[in-house]
């Protein structure tokens, strides 16, 4: 095909000639549409505008509007059309779009648009088109530790309806919403407030988007529960000792009414402000289930079936206020026999986040179970600074091929924030792009040029650098020791203490050498050699020369830990590299706090650097500790905590 479409229609045929369009033309809409359909028409006029500088002006069309003005853009419903198919018809004399509601014209045109942007002589063509999901969405962390600024979601929802994309979910956890029943937990924090949720509901609902919300109910809450006042709610109010370590109070206890009484005021102070029929409940990663108030009954009748005496409170909760429960799949795939014993109109999200995610094994045991399901695979940009390009694309398309075959009604694309929501949101781009390609189509676009369609509609580089840029930065990954699960052994690395050599796995020097060699390349013959001019270009370039640096001080930490790990370079030597290491550390942090209120809120920007903070704290620590050593080379004497 000459033109360049994504997401790649089920089917687009080429043919001779070219449509040319002039100001004199018309945009024509019938008038039984016109008030779902100007603000579309107006969205095409401006695309027109902006590519060609020629005005199409729009009018509303009647069986007695004079036939001689009906040219060049005429919308027509089809009521034999699904909601989501259109057909568009491009001839020398003229484009036609025909529909079957507002959502199959919103996607006619944005395919439409991508067409005119890339010539001022629109190729003849003729496409039929519709997605293979129902649900096509994206879910955004608004609470780990980044709550981005009203501004930026909007830019973000513009992103996803060009992509075709129709649901959006915000991810709640901990004090991240002005609830009224809590206001002086959330007084002095840059929370979301009901306001914005309603007009970036109405936002989304003008682009055929719906916004939902994911609020976890049951575990993921150390937020509220390592406050005084709720802490008596928790299951371990002490914490508890998970397999990687100590962990803060997580879960609730399933058992005490009080949780109960609690999540149905935070229900019904969130859930009003959200159109959507679907609230996602979570209820995922509930660790601490059965080790501590609850223990005595799950000795008794069991964790699976407490689980799901919780899960079915919360289901009917939320299905006395008009609301589809979405839940987890985590936990209950540790109970399969507990599948069948779920409602049948709950919907399950399918989640896994690593190449290898045995989607096929689990969608198989909710098709038996006749259990509705939306696969929700990742964008891998957490736990990575740059993204895992290679894991997030087959993470992806796996999840769409899977969730086709055994009928999932929809795709959901992840983006989380786990330790610190270090990652800026432009890595999670490629994610958007391939995700919501492969949920539209996962056979027509498999092989998804999703480079291309960052430099031409997103980053609009006019060197066609950035695109390939991101992606191949995203693979650094790939040239450390070995694979981990949801995560890279740079940022590993630089979670651990100073001291703390398990967190070099078998990281060598090689390793160090091959990364800082590959990323200076791509900086060099990349981001250096783009030429963005979208509208946040100038913010972008920084974002990206801020994981730059982020991935840079990882190395150099590795180096620092190499040499303590070896016990043989003189204090000379080592207080020279940890003052190298404080100094690009410190810059790290000034840019990470320039950076953040750029996009975001200024609430969490704290807890995301204290990991920096205390590691920049232990930088200081070991140099005054080596400064006061008389001993040439000092030794390592505790290799796993400062």
Not at 34 to 49: G, P, R
Not at 123 to 145: A, K, Q, W
Request: glycine share 6%; aromatic share 10%; proline share 4%.
């Amino acid at each position: 095909m000459s033109v360049f479409l994504l997401p790649q229609p089920k089917s687009c045929m080429e043919t001779k000639g070219s449509c040319k369009l002039s100001s004199g033309d018309y945009i024509v809409i019938e008038q039984e549409d016109k008030v779902e359909l100007f603000d579309i028409a107006q969205n095409l006029q401006q695309c027109i505008f902006k590519s060609t500088n020629f005005h199409l002006s729009v009018h509303v069309i009647n069986p007695h509007f004079p036939t001689e003005f009906i040219k060049k853009i005429r919308f027509e419903r089809d009521n034999g059309l699904a909601k989501e198919e259109y057909k568009l018809t491009i001839t020398p004399t003229g484009i036609r779009i025909e529909y079957g509601s507002k959502a199959g014209a919103f996607y006619a045109v944005s395919t439409l648009k991508q067409i005119i942007q890339q010539s001022k002589e629109i190729p003849c063509l003729t496409i039929h088109d519709e997605p293979s999901f129902p649900i096509r969405g994206f879910m955004l962390d608004v609470s780990r530790n980044k709550m981005p600024t009203l501004t930026t979601l909007y830019h973000f929802v513009d992103m996803m309806a060009e992509l075709k994309l129709n649901h959006l979910q915000l991810y709640f956890e901990g004090v991240t919403f002005s609830w009224p029943s809590f206001v002086e937990h959330s007084r002095d924090t840059s929370t979301l407030t009901a306001e914005e949720i309603m007009k970036l509901d109405m936002y989304c609902e003008d682009r055929c988007i719906e916004l939902a919300p994911m609020l976890n109910t049951f575990g993921h809450q150390e937020g509220w529960l390592t406050k005084e006042a709720f802490n008596h709610l928790a299951e371990c109010p002490d914490g508890f000792t998970a397999p990687w370590g100590y962990q803060k109070p997580n879960t609730f206890n399933p058992l005490d009414e009080g949780t109960t009484s609690f999540f149905t005021k935070l229900i019904d102070e969130l859930a009003p402000h959200f159109s959507s029929v679907y609230f996602n409940a979570c209820c995922d990663e509930t660790f601490e289930l059965g080790l501590g108030k609850s223990k005595e009954h799950c000795d008794k009748v069991g964790v699976g079936q407490v689980y799901l005496d919780y899960v079915l409170k919360m289901y009917e909760l939320l299905k006395a206020r008009g609301k589809t429960m979405m839940l987890a799949n985590d936990i209950i795939l540790k109970y399969e026999s507990f599948i069948p014993l779920l409602p049948k109109d709950i919907v399950i999200l399918e989640w896994g986040y690593e190449r290898d995610h045995p989607f096929e094994k689990e969608c198989e045991l909710f098709g038996k179970a006749n259990i509705p399901f939306i696969m929700m695979p990742g964008c891998s940009g957490w736990n990575s600074i740059a993204g895992r390009t290679s894991n997030m694309k087959t993470n992806l398309l796996k999840a769409a091929e899977y969730g086709l075959e055994y009928g999932s009604v929809g795709l959901l694309i992840s983006e989380f924030g786990d330790n610190g929501h270090w990652q800026n949101l432009p890595v999670c781009y490629p994610g958007l792009v391939y995700g919501a390609a492969v949920s539209w189509g996962p056979v027509e676009n498999k092989e998804a040029d999703v480079a291309g369609y960052l430099d031409r509609f997103i980053f609009k580089d006019e060197n066609k650098k950035m695109g390939d840029f991101v992606l191949n930065l995203g693979d650094y990954y790939l040239l450390e020791s070995e694979l981990v699960h949801n995560n890279t052994l740079l940022l590993k690395i630089l979670y651990a203490d100073l001291l703390d050599m398990d967190a070099l796995y078998s990281m060598s020097e090689n390793n160090f050498r091959e990364i800082e060699q590959y990323i200076d390349k791509l900086e060099r013959n990349g981001l250096n050699r783009s030429r963005m001019t979208c509208s946040d270009s100038e913010l972008i370039a920084e974002e990206f020369g801020h994981a730059l640096l982020f991935l840079r001080h990882a190395i150099k930490l590795g180096r620092v830990k190499l040499l303590l790990k070896a016990c043989q370079s003189s204090s000379k030597k080592l207080i020279v590299e940890l003052e190298q290491a404080k100094g690009q550390l410190s810059e790290l942090i000034h840019t990470h706090k320039l950076l953040w209120i750029k996009r975001n809120r200024m609430a969490g920007l704290t807890e995301s650097l204290s990991k920096l903070e205390r590691l920049r704290g232990q930088y200081e620590s070991h140099i005054s500790l080596l400064k006061d050593n008389k001993a040439e080379t000092p030794l390592l004497e505790n290799t796993n905590h400062f």
